[in-house]
């Protein structure tokens, strides 16, 4: 069928006659020869259909990206590092001293200036995923855009941000320093902590009683594969919502194009290079970062049993957690065979109270009731949804109280303060914003975040002055 077709071509050609001298007719037109991978793969046609794919413009959409791009610089990082660490908590002999293979595998790679480098820009890669992660999830939830039709990546990305505290927490396990130990030993005691099925479930995700001979490569198995796999999973099934569901918009969108379109900068190339220069400035910052300020140097706690394990607090975005269990008495009670102590409450229903109502987010929100065609394909401007922004900055608050909490003893405070604190700084500031976010909504025109068409639409041929936006290289208009 090739070969028909090129004869066909080369017939066409020879059928012109070419005069002697004279310059080719303008209306023959040559075919550009087709490149050696676009006959392969005809990437042509894929360039077509989303070369002009619009990115809205809005400073916060980059913190989605910077979450890719974090994990993107973690699997790079932590590929490296896999390449020298050991995960074997056997003690091996290093200059008359005795170390876990791990603790010693560690030692090995903070001597080397380039994987030290690695060892600590992945460190700081966890910490920006996290930051990127919460900030991301937040901006989704004052604009009040996990509504119809996005609760489905809202969910999904609930799990993302679990499973990116997860490898968190795995990932201190491995250096076997007194910190790691301490810390992973918390962990394990929480697990335990589940009334009937904790043991099992304990000794399964940490291979034994730990510390066992069998929890490092265990722990290592799930921090470096199982996890990455999950997250890659994951992350690639919240893109391919996201771009059969599209982005949502800022509000300006729906004066300058009819509600249907997305109107932003063409992926290519300016929202590609506008990625690339985001992922290089990521990374730069990271090992800048990484050169002048290590993290965890083992150092700082010795191997295991070296005695600075004593009061380990978590990194930020645990310290939620181990405040609210300095929050509670010790107790400990019976059921049907069950025990409920502190650790199960503290440690895992209070988690799992604050993930579940960020889960049911969509479903607990009034406004996202079951209307037909009710989309919501624009930002709200957050001041306009005052309940939702004064739950939120309630709970914000609490978790801030938590903090407070994890420094009980520095700050001298009593669980009985820090329970009074924990009702009434949420209760006064949840209350300041509600009355603070009706002021402003009274104040300004209502705007309507569903793809319902605005009155004031400007025909997108007058959008921008003077031009056509779809005719504007520096702007596209997708479907
Ligand atoms: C590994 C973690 C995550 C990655 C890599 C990621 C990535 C992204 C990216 C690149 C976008 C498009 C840009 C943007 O709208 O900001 C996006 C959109 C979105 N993400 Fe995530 N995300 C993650 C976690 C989360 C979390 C924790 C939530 C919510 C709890 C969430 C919910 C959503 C929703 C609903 C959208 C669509 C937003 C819209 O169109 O307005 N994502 N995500």
Known sequence: MREITKMGEQAAATAIPQPVGETRPAAVRVRKPKSWLE??????????????????????????????????ILVITGIYLGLLYIPSNVEIAINDQKLPQAYAS?????????????RNVHHWAAHLMLASVILHSLRILFFGTYRKPRELNWVIGVVLFALTLGAAFLGYSLPYDSFSVTATG?????????????????????????????????????????????????????????????????????????????LGVPLAPYQAILAIQLLLLMFASLFLLSAFIPVHPLAAYGPPGAGSGGDVKPDWYLLWVYGFLKMLPSFEFHVLGGTFNQEFVGGLVFPGAIFGLYTFAPWLDKTNKRVLN??????????????????????????????????????????????????IVPAVIGAGTYFWAKSGARNRPYFDPTGEAAHEVVPASEAVPGTAVQDDPEYALSD
């Open 39 to 72: 006959e392969r793969l005809g990437l042509d046609g894929l360039m077509n259909s989303y070369g002009r794919k619009a990115f809205p413009v809005h400073t916060t959409f980059f913190l989605g990206e910077m979450s890719l791009f974090s994990f993107v």
């Open 106 to 118: 560690v030692q090995f790679i903070e001597s080397l200036p380039v994987a030290n480098i690695f």
């Open 186 to 262: 918390v962990g394990y005691g929480i697990a335990r902590s589940v009334p009937y099925v904790g043991g099992i479930v304990a000794d399964l995700t940490f291979g034994g009683t730990y510390p066992t001979l069998g929890s490092l490569p265990r722990l290592y198995t799930l921090h470096i594969f199982v996890i990455p796999l999950l997250l890659a999973g994951g992350i690639a099934a919240h893109m391919a919502i996201l771009v059969k569901q599209k982005h949502t918009q800022p509000g300006y969108s729906k004066r300058l194009a009819e509600p249907g379109k997305v």
């Open 374 to 423: 009710r989309y919501y394909e624009y930002l709200e401007p957050p001041r306009q949804g005052p309940v939702r922004m004064a739950v939120g900055v309630a709970v914000l608050a609490f978790i801030g109280v938590t903090f407070l909490a994890a420094y009980k003893e520095q700050l001298n405070l009593s669980v009985a303060a820090l329970w009074l604190l924990a009702v």
